[in-house]
């Protein structure tokens, strides 16, 4: 999946990073981590935007992802750790993102049915 919409801070945190997934788990285009808990998602920035904390390029972590959906009851609640790891722009790394090793695992299908890139 390629996400063109977003306008990242610059700089931009972890926060930040954490915000644009859950946006995407809202919409419907992430599968929720509860779902699927050995999902990883990869964000690749933009050129020109960096990190808040200087000579950082890339990072790795995640978030505890919190749902509580509706007011039906008995009430779904869902919670799981949303694993995550971003890199500045391509333009400092030899891999392109088309050509990351084929060994690494299928990426995680979207909750619409596609398979994200």
């Not at 920035?45 to 919190?66: A, C, D, Q, T």
């Amino acid at each position: 999946m390629v996400v063109t919409y977003s306008d990242p801070p610059n700089p931009f945190s972890d926060s930040d990073i954490a915000g644009v997934i859950y946006r995407l788990y809202e919409s419907g285009d992430l599968v929720e981590p509860d779902d699927d808990p050995q999902a990883l998602y990869v964000l690749i920035l933009p050129p020109g935007v960096s990190f808040s904390k200087p000579n950082v390029i890339g990072e790795h972590s995640f978030f505890r992802y919190l749902d509580l959906t509706g007011p039906q009851l008995p009430p779904d609640f869902d919670a799981a750790n949303a694993h995550y790891a971003w890199v500045r722009s391509m333009e400092r790394l030899t891999l392109s993102p088309r050509s990351f090793p084929t060994s690494w695992p299928k990426p995680a299908p979207t909750r619409k049915g596609r398979r994200s890139r």
